[in-house]
């Protein structure tokens, strides 16, 4: 679309997206985007926008991917169908996608991937931190999108997740690990911009590696 600033869609959780969606707003604004709130609440279409962020929140049903369903998990199944339908429909139309957290692990399974539910019960010597500050490191794989954007140097992020990637979908590779070798971010092989990552970048404003993500999907759009 022709427009001064690209249009970015950022899908949130029902439940936190008053506090989660300003942070974004302002990193797209500053990557040189305008950033719109979607929730599964209300009608959305993708030819209204330039781009996508798939936001972070919920658990993702296991449902939609032959798993099981853990006690802990906190599900929103409207949102699920929601963001399955936008990755898809994104792929379709080559639009350029940023996941975040739940939207790395919706991309991948939207794609065909699964979900180890229980991540640091399968991966237990990887950091368990649970904290918005960037307390654990992750290593970015050589000759990936992400290692372009941001580089190869070892990086320090944030981390909330429980979930992780365990099956990739179709065309998606490795673009992160942290050091108990759990993915930290998926990322397309080829084609229009799609990267997930497992942390929370617009919660590292400061942080200028964690800007470029947001500047990568502007320019993609």
């Not at 942390?199 to 502007?218: N, S, T």
């Amino acid at each position: 679309m022709s427009r001064s600033r690209p249009r970015i869609a950022v899908t949130t959780s029902r439940r936190s997206s008053w506090r989660i969606f300003p942070m974004f707003a302002l990193n797209v604004w500053l990557a040189g985007g305008r950033a719109v709130r979607w929730t599964a609440a209300r009608p959305r279409h993708l030819d209204d926008v330039d781009g996508l962020v798939i936001g972070g929140g919920d658990d993702i049903s296991p449902d939609i991917y032959g798993g099981a369903l853990v006690s802990s998990a906190r599900l929103d199944p409207a949102r699920d169908a929601m963001e399955q339908e936008l990755v898809t429909g994104a792929c379709a139309r080559g639009m350029p996608v940023l996941g975040v957290c739940r939207g790395a692990q919706m991309i991948n399974i939207a794609l065909g991937g699964t979900l180890h539910q229980d991540a640091y019960g399968v991966f237990a010597t990887s950091d368990k931190r649970k904290t918005i500050l960037p307390r654990k490191t992750v290593r970015v794989e050589p000759g990936t999108e992400l290692a372009r954007i941001a580089g190869l140097e070892p990086m320090r992020v944030n981390a909330l997740h429980s979930q992780a990637v365990d099956r990739l979908g179709r065309g998606l590779r490795v673009a992160a690990r942290d050091r108990g070798g759990m993915v930290q971010a998926v990322e397309r092989e080829a084609g229009p911009f799609m990267v997930g990552v497992q942390w929370h970048p617009e919660h590292l404003i400061y942080a200028h590696r964690q800007r470029a993500l947001f500047r990568a999907l502007v320019a993609a759009a």
